[in-house]
């Protein structure tokens, strides 16, 4: 047996047993996976996959403690390699960061500016998504770092720590009623149509629940993913905003009105994921430090080396 046969199998059953997409996904030929697959099966005595004609229909039992095996496997041989960058490269190499929107626009500019003043030679790849997908992307080796306010504690394969607490605050126009309203209520923003994110995305199931709460059906006009496209809209006139904080405290040169609705909705938790195992590069935990005071190279590595300890802010 060999590495590539464990890739094979790993990335068959992430590609929906499609040995198509998954020769396109590495670079290599349907035939040859497929010969791969069986010989792997052959010398392990046992199958791994259930099959109709040619085709994967599923993974069998002794399959999914093969899987387990692989993805171990395959999680240390890449271990292996950031040790070897870590102590060969001490001061270079790839950071890959995987965060939703708003983080990436609104959180993550200042600590990557920092990052790169100290390690100018690392370099920096984000890649945006909602909260799932960034989860998606730290246990499939995409991302060395995630940040994100929903999903990620729900994942035990990875290592979740609180890194900032945040507010949704409401968005209007300067000649908006509310806006001489110092703590807007929720019966009255019952009555307006509003415009927030869609609903994976920055807390927005805390807002729809608040409303859940008080009987409430609240009017949305318009869900996006974008703080800046919520805002646009408001200036439209198409109804107030219910946006994340960072995103107007940024904002400085803003014509809108934002009131803080801590008191409606509650306080929100960003949180930073690592996949459970990973060996964290120096200047991957140093990032995670310049994304939070609360946040420290210690309290990291006790929690890499956890078995799920849960840590609160």
Not at 138 to 161: H, K, N
Not at 267 to 279: D, L, M, P, Q
């Amino acid at each position: 047996m060999n590495l590539h046969q464990f890739r094979f199998v790993q990335e068959a059953v992430r590609r929906n047993l499609n040995l198509t997409e998954t020769a396109k996904a590495l670079y290599t030929s349907q035939p040859g996976i497929s010969k791969a697959i069986l010989e792997l099966e052959e010398e392990l005595g046992v199958d791994i996959f259930v099959r109709h004609g040619k085709r994967l229909k599923r993974v069998t039992e002794p399959g999914l403690q093969v899987l387990k095996s692989v993805d171990l496997i395959l999680r240390e041989v890449a271990n292996l390699k950031r040790i070897g960058e870590e102590y060969s490269k001490q001061d270079s190499g790839r950071l890959s960061i995987a965060a939703t929107h708003t983080q990436a626009r609104y959180v993550l500019p200042e600590p990557v500016a920092q990052l790169r003043k100290r390690f100018p030679k690392v370099q920096v790849s984000l890649h945006q998504g909602t909260p799932e997908q960034v989860a998606q992307m730290l246990m499939s080796d995409q991302a060395d770092i995630g940040l994100a306010t929903e999903s990620l504690a729900d994942y035990e394969e990875l290592v979740t720590l609180p890194c900032y607490e945040w507010q949704h605050v409401i968005v209007m126009a300067a000649d908006h009623p509310l806006a001489r309203v110092d703590r807007p209520t929720l019966e009255q923003l019952a009555e307006e149509p509003l415009i927030s994110y869609h609903p994976a995305f920055a807390g927005r199931k805390r807002v729809d629940q608040a409303f859940a709460n008080r009987r409430l059906k609240p009017n949305i006009a318009l869900e996006a993913i974008d703080s800046d496209v919520i805002k646009t809209y408001v200036r439209s006139g198409l109804g107030i905003g219910i946006i994340a904080e960072m995103a107007m405290k940024t904002d400085n040169n803003s014509d809108l009105v934002w009131k803080p609705a801590g008191h409606l909705f509650g306080s929100n938790t960003a949180r930073v994921a690592f996949r459970r195992g990973a060996y964290l590069r120096s200047f991957v935990l140093t990032f995670a430090e310049l994304l939070s005071d609360r946040l420290s190279r210690t309290l990291i590595e006790r929690a890499m080396g956890s078995q799920g300890d849960h840590y609160e802010l």
